[in-house]
Nanobody, 122 residues
Framework: VQLQASGGGLVQAGGSLRLSCAAS????????MGWFRQAPGKEREFVAG????????FYEDFVKGRFTISRNNAKNTVNLQMNSLLPEDTAVYYCAATFYGGSKRPQIYNYWGQGTQVTVSS
């Protein structure tokens, strides 16, 4: 199983980035997907999640209205469109897959990608 995250980089505050995660080795359409992030010295935290069929999405409060999660089951990809970025969004972003339905709890997720760095300058 491999989850390959990409799209991170350096952006100024107020800018946008689009993260992508390509999955292989799983029946992607059976898995709910999530994005998490971890800033230096902080615990990993939930950002956004999407159900296996893409109908249901859910977000942590601090990204509502700014970030949008989407998926393409034909391409085995999940994306995170991040707009109006803030310096406090700086973190390593991870995609993750769970067979057990969408959740904000990292313990529920079966597989994790390697992470992609997002840095927002003020």
């Amino acid at each position: 199983v491999q989850l390959q995250a990409s799209g991170g980089g350096l952006v100024q505050a107020g800018g946008s980035l689009r993260l992508s995660c390509a999955a292989s080795g799983i029946t992607f359409s059976l898995y709910s997907m999530g994005w998490f992030r971890q800033a230096p010295g902080k615990e990993r935290e939930f950002v956004a999640g999407i159900s296996s069929n893409g109908i249901t999405t859910f977000y942590e409060d601090f990204v509502k209205g700014r970030f949008t999660i989407s998926r393409n089951n034909a391409k085995n990809t999940v994306n995170l469109q991040m707009n109006s970025l803030l310096p406090e969004d700086t973190a390593v972003y991870y995609c993750a897959a769970t067979f057990y339905g969408g959740s904000k709890r990292p313990q529920i997720y079966n597989y994790w990608g390697q992470g992609t760095q997002v840095t927002v300058s003020s």
